[in-house]
């Protein structure tokens, strides 16, 4: 009985920064942070702490990699299980925007070709203002952010287009190459045609048909296919031809 009761004597008076990270070391805990949302979490632990004593644990988390710096004020917190990745700060860059493109189908396995960028898309409409696109420099890493029409990236189910993920909009596999065929037919966009060594096994054929119809792709998906299946026949004929 005496044990249990200098454990909990010793959580108790445990210092602010040490209640603090073993706060942010739980499973819920929030993955990417902004420096309020830190300062409101290290207030739970101890009201009077002061600004500049919250900004010295953050000098000294960011040298013990325990939280990554992304932009000024916005981190990913390493602390958690498992610790927060690039991709989930996209949406705190470009609100709304979903990871997708050579991210998605490159982590899936689909694509032979494994990008450090993140890349995304960004929805837009004529009734808001157009999001800043381009490529977006960050101590972190590097993100690639292209537009697409909100209604066209919001076309079709969400379990068909979004993957199963929390904290962030991420595309599934067959989203993110539909995304990419909308995008290599858009005159206003420089993005050239998915590759044709895509491996087609890693993705769902009937949720691919039922998201190319919703987005109004199935002739660009369909004339893809047909190019890519003579090309998996005939590999080195194809590439002499194929203009991506």
Known sequence: MGRTTVKQSSAVTANWDTRLELRLAEPEAARVLNTATLFRLARHEQHALSRASLERWIKDALAAKRLIKVVRGLYLNRMTAPPAELAE?????RPGCVVSLQTVLGDSGAWN???QMVTCVVPF?????????GIRRTQAGQFQFRGIPEL????????????????????????????WLYLAASPHSSLAAPPLD???????????????????????FGKWMTIKRVHDQSPSVVEQTWIP
């Open 125 to 133: 409409s004529n009734s808001s203002s157009r999001p800043s696109l």
């Open 113 to 115: 070709n494994f990008t």
């Open 152 to 179: 066209v990236l919001n076309s079709g189910k969400d379990a068909d287009r979004l993957a199963d993920v929390t904290g962030y909009l991420r595309a599934t596999t067959e989203a993110a190459l539909l995304h």
């Open 198 to 220: 895509i491996d087609m096994d890693e993705l769902d054929a009937s949720r691919l048909k039922r998201l190319a119809k919703a987005m109004n792709l199935s002739d660009e």
């Open 89 to 93: 700060a996209a949406t705190w860059l």
